[in-house]
Structures are given as C-alpha cells and as structure tokens.
C-alpha cells in the first residue's frame, strides 16, 4: 500500500515509503526468526529480494488481533476474534474505509483538524496513513501507549467525535473496518529508530 506524508491520511503521497499488511492463519514465534532470512519467511522470495536489490530500510511490527469490526473488501480478514477487555500495554489500532465518491469533497475538508488533533493527542507513539487507491481506499495504522489513551482522542476529543458523527449522518464510507491489536515485537527501524524499541 501507498503511504501519506504526515502520519494520517494525506492527498500527497510519501514515493519513498510504502506498506505491507499481512494476516497470517497460524502465529509465528519471532523469536526464532533468523535475522537474515526472515523477509523470505513472512514475504516471499520476490518481495524480500525487492528489499535487498533497493537497500530499503525496513520496519516490521508483530502484532494479535484482539477487536474487530466491520469490513476490508468485503470480509473481515481476521475472522472471529475472542473479544478483549480492558488491553493493559501499548496497542496498535488500524482503521479503514472505502470513501464514497460523491463524499470525497467532504471527507478531504475534514481532514486537516483531526490530523492535527492526532498529531497532538496525548499517548500516540507513532502513526501512519496508508491505502491501496489514492483518495478513496484511505487507511491510519497507529500505536498508542495504552487503550484509555487512544479512547481519549477518539471519543473525549470533541472536533474528532464531530467528524465520527459526520460519517454515520452523511453516509461517507462504503465500508469501513476498526481494528485493535497487542503489539508483540517489531524487527528493524524507520527514518534510523524502532519507534517500539523500548517495548522490547
């Protein structure tokens, strides 16, 4: 997937950073996953030798689906999940939509206030926005120092709250997925640090 420039959703593409979000049917213990061969194992030969050709930096993060709602392409690429309460820990949250074309003009409008509330919000680690069609396919990957922290900037923070009711009353998504995660480990760096690393 394609990534934005300012850590959210953005109309100006990052050309230099770009996603992969993989959903494996069985975990796998990263402990023993060897340092130089563990891009064949969780990718493939072609897209770790992609890496290798390009010297890309690269930032793994491990994680375990524990929340999920709604859809991705029309299935919920986690299946059924054994429903968490109260996560202790650092969390990663992924949110996603399919914008609805004549909701374009008005999901763009409302970007910039929340971009610059989440960049601000109170226990964000590190987020990115990211998606598979420029515009419309629209996605935010974040990691957050705790559940009640994000909790905060999604429900308590007033400018976002609008924007969520402005979804649900104006009809601007064709689908949308939320989903939470425990964040297990992470393998490598991103601009020259492991923004996780003190997670172990």
């Known amino acids: 997937?394609?990534?934005?420039?300012?850590?959210?959703?953005?109309?100006?593409?990052?050309?230099?950073q770009w996603a992969i979000f993989m959903v494996r049917k069985?975990?796998?213990?990263?402990?023993?996953?060897?340092e130089s061969l563990y891009?064949?194992?969780?990718?493939?030969?072609?897209?770790?030798g992609w890496f290798k050709f390009f010297k890309c930096e690269t930032w793994t993060v491990f994680l375990e689906p524990v929340v999920s709602h709604g859809s991705w392409d029309g299935s919920n690429p986690f299946g059924k999940i054994q429903a968490?309460?109260?996560?202790?820990?650092?969390?990663?949250?992924?949110?996603?939509?399919?914008?609805h074309y004549n909701k374009l003009k008005a999901f763009w409008a409302n970007v910039p206030q929340v971009q610059i509330q989440m960049q601000h919000a109170e226990g964000l680690i590190v987020s990115f926005g990211i998606g598979e069609v420029p515009f419309i396919k629209q996605a935010t990957f974040?990691?957050?120092?705790?559940?009640?922290?994000?909790?905060?900037?999604?429900?308590?923070?007033q400018q976002h709250k609008d924007v969520i009711k402005k979804t649900r009353d104006e009809g601007w998504y064709?689908?949308?997925?939320?989903?939470?995660f425990l964040v297990l480990g992470t393998r490598g760096s991103i601009n020259g640090i492991d923004p996780l690393a003190e997670i172990g």
């Open 142 to 157: 974040s990691v957050w120092s705790s559940e009640s922290a994000m909790k905060a900037f999604a429900y308590d923070m």
């Open 26 to 34: 069985n975990a796998i213990d990263i402990t023993e996953l060897n």
């Open 84 to 99: 968490h309460q109260n996560l202790e820990g650092t969390i990663a949250v992924l949110t996603r939509a399919t914008i």
């Open 39 to 48: 891009y064949k194992k969780l990718f493939g030969n072609l897209i770790a």
């Open 1 to 16: 997937m394609g990534s934005g420039r300012n850590g959210t959703f953005d109309k100006h593409p990052d050309w230099q």
């Open 174 to 180: 064709r689908e949308e997925m939320f989903s939470r």
